[in-house]
């Protein structure tokens, strides 16, 4: 008995940290419809700012607070707002999602850049000088009570802001009718700007509070408050009082199970995962019409032609195989890891590009895929693909199957708490068949890397050509349909729970297949590998490079394994720099929804009429570094350079005296001219 009331005590504290951040999140979500997923990240800045306030520069306790929750707290909540979130207000709920996903990104990477991972920080408890409180057989540090009294706190002027004042009156005004509050005098942006201010102080004070019980990292405080999440959730992501009452439902469930958790090899993981396993638990046990958001996606998506698939494939090869025998054996083991990535990468584009399903948990799928050709080809036998593609699809259409009533930001959530299951829990029980000592050796299928990587191409290739011809056939329009809108897509007859665990399975079986090539081309692979923040900048650049797009997964593969080291080794101080590109992508994203790939491929398309010469000249400079007359520096330059003059002299020129009817046939449309036609049809 005395155990259980200590437990309670610590969950109650925990659980009061988790109402704090939550009320911040519900208190965001609710007045601009945007779900924040760097809302621990903002915390976790927060955190890092008041040790650096107290611990690194020696500043008062008070001071470091009034600081970091008076001013530092609401000028970025006011950044944040003012030129991150407002341009994509207007944008679908993917786009918005995976700005706050690149802001979460970004964040990490910052945190990682100012504050060396390596260097530890240890921070106070509040009053831990002072002795602590006996409350019967349980002892009461002050830390929990002052947890407590803030939490309480937090809640009642929550009640008063919201149902007591003029401003919080507008706040709740805008979530119910935006358009019927601005027409009595309410005004959307203040009460915008109000809740980003409000709901980042509240993080910030969450993550100051919860540091002290934990290492001091950037990912670890940013995915601690997954728990924050499920309480959130407990709420409806509408009612503050029931996320307090989730909140201290979700601490009290995670401290018992530290105290009553059976001791043995394969539970001390579960402790760990117990947070993302009560988020998914959470999902699924409130089944509300709030929970079932729709990922409409407004823009028409292209139909990839089987030719212009063919010679993309080819292209692919070409490159490996100019890769292949130019590159030194060090650099083939950073640049080889472009198609593995890019396979992995086109997962998403079948997923969440065509049938507007989101997973943050597609990196973990490729790691399960890698761990079976870990244990099954261990003799390099082809066949053992077939089960790494049997093996992830199951996995895949399992995930699929609970998560079915769910989409949007609750798909998201619910994949990313999966992936950190797998993270913290699954990859780490003991046995052979997973990674046994922390890490599992994997035979390549060649002995040489550089016919491994060749291998990765054509098969990035052959699953780029399969892509093309499912969005081209019947389940193709079935997954834009059910993307465009479920409900008129079951309305007319579409199977939308098959289709669901389909599009889920097929997905899955992909980033297995890349997980077992990067695992051929790693040769050790460790949990750390596929885990949830290392997954997050392939989702970041697919969507980035355009959902839609087949070639966006060697976008994403070619940036990750291709551009950032290549830029770190040229400029070996731009490391840090590489790894918050992503995120930065991602927060600049509104400015080009469309997509990166679509823009190049549109800048790009008028080479293709001289694509013989240009195709000659790359292969007289492959002989050559080939033969050793050249390096690869100057085969580099001198491929890209002429293409770059290729493409500024023959892109086209539009002229003015063109009349508005002959466009597109006396020259080439553009979009300008259809925005001219739409300004013409206003005004008439």
């Known amino acids: 008995m005395d155990n259980f009331l200590a437990f309670g005590i610590i969950g109650l504290s925990t659980g009061g940290i988790y109402a704090v951040i939550s009320s911040g999140l519900v208190l965001t979500y609710t007045t601009t419809g945007i779900f924040n997923f760097a809302h621990g990240a903002a915390g976790m800045m927060a955190a890092f700012c008041y040790w650096q306030l107290t611990g690194g520069w020696g500043l008062p306790v008070p001071v470091a607070l009034a600081v970091v929750l008076l001013v530092l707290a609401p000028l970025f909540g006011l950044f944040v707002e003012r030129f991150i979130m407002r341009p994509v207000q207007g944008m679908g709920e993917v786009e918005r999602l995976v700005v706050t996903v690149a802001l979460l990104s ?46 309480a706190a937090v809640a009642a002027g929550l009640y008063v802001l919201l149902y007591g004042s003029r401003l919080g009156i507008a706040m709740r005004a805008t979530v119910d009718d935006r358009s019927l509050a601005k027409l009595n005098g309410a005004d959307p942006a203040v009460a915008a700007k109000a809740a980003w201010v409000l709901g980042t102080v509240l993080a910030a004070l969450g993550g100051i509070l919860i540091a002290p019980s934990v290492t001091l990292d950037a990912s670890l405080l940013s995915l601690l408050i997954i728990s924050a999440y499920a309480a959130a959730i407990f709420g409806r992501l509408r009612s503050l009082p029931m996320a307090f009452v989730g909140a201290i439902v979700v601490g009290c469930t995670e401290s018992y199970l530290t105290g009553y958790l059976p001791q043995n090899d394969y539970l001390p993981g579960l402790r760990i995962a117990a947070p993302a396993l009560l988020l998914f638990i959470v999902l699924l046990v409130f089944p509300n019409p709030r929970l079932r958001g729709s990922v409409r996606i407004m823009r028409a998506l292209p139909v990839p032609t089987i030719r212009g698939t063919l ?34 990468g086109l997962s998403l ?17 490729a790691g399960i895929g890698a761990v079976t050709w870990a244990n099954l080809g261990a003799t390099g036998n082809p066949l053992a693909l077939v089960a790494v593609v049997l093996v992830s699809g199951l996995v895949g259409a399992v995930i699929a199957i609970p998560a079915l009533r769910l989409s949007g930001i609750y798909l998201a959530l619910a ?12 990859f780490t029980l003991p046995g052979s068949w997973l990674f046994n000592q922390g890490s599992a050796e994997v035979a390549p299928m060649f002995g040489s890397i550089r016919a491994q990587m060749v291998f ?13 011809v499912i969005r081209r056939g019947v389940l193709g329009r079935r997954l834009i349909a059910m993307r465009d809108s479920e409900a008129a897509c079951a309305t007319l007859g579409g199977r ?29 692979i460790t949990p750390d590998h596929f885990n949830l923040v290392a997954g997050l900048p392939i989702f970041l650049l697919v969507v980035i490079g355009g959902m839609a797009a087949v070639g966006t997964g060697f976008f994403a593969g070619a940036n990750l394994a291709g551009f950032f080291p290549l830029l770190v080794a040229v400029f070996p101080a731009a490391h840090n720099l590489a790894a918050l590109l992503p995120g930065l992508a991602g927060i600049g994203m509104g400015g080009n929804p469309d997509g990166v790939v679509t823009h190049l491929r549109r800048d790009w398309d008028p080479v ?57 046939i006396r020259r080439p449309w553009i979009p300008a001219d259809r925005k001219e036609v739409l300004d013409g049809l206003a005004r008439s």
Request: proline residues 6%.
């Open 349 to 365: 584009v079948v997923l969440t590009g065509f049938s507007g399903q989101i997973s943050l948990c597609q990196l973990s799928l």
């Open 415 to 426: 994949t990313a708490a999966f992936a950190l299951v797998l993270d913290g829990w699954i």
């Open 311 to 344: 010679v993309f494939g080819a292209c692919m090869t070409a490159f490996a195989v100019i890769l292949a025998t130019t590159l030194s054996d060090p650099d083939m083991v950073t640049y080889g890891l472009i198609f593995p990535l890019a396979v992995i």
């Open 496 to 524: 939308l729970l098959v289709t669901k665990v389909v599009v889920f399975a097929l997905a899955a079986a992909i980033a297995g297949l890349g997980g077992a090539l990067y695992g051929m081309h790693q040769r050790s």
């Open 106 to 151: 970004g964040l990490i990477a910052t945190a990682r850049w100012i504050w060396d991972p390596n260097v530890a920080r240890p921070l106070p408890k509040f009053f831990a000088d002072r002795p602590a409180l006996h409350l019967g057989p349980a002892v009461v540090t002050w830390h929990q009570v002052v947890t407590l009294v803030v939490a």
């Open 608 to 664: 293709r009429r001289y694509w013989m010469p240009l195709a000659a000249l790359i292969t007289v400079l492959w002989l050559l570094c080939v033969a050793g007359l050249i390096s690869g520096w100057v085969l580099a330059f001198g491929s890209f350079v002429p293409a770059l003059a290729l493409r500024t002299w023959a892109r086209p020129r539009p002229a003015a005296d063109v009349p508005l009817e002959w466009r597109g």
């Open 456 to 468: 990765a191409a054509v098969a990035f290739g052959l699953l780029s050509l399969l892509v093309v």
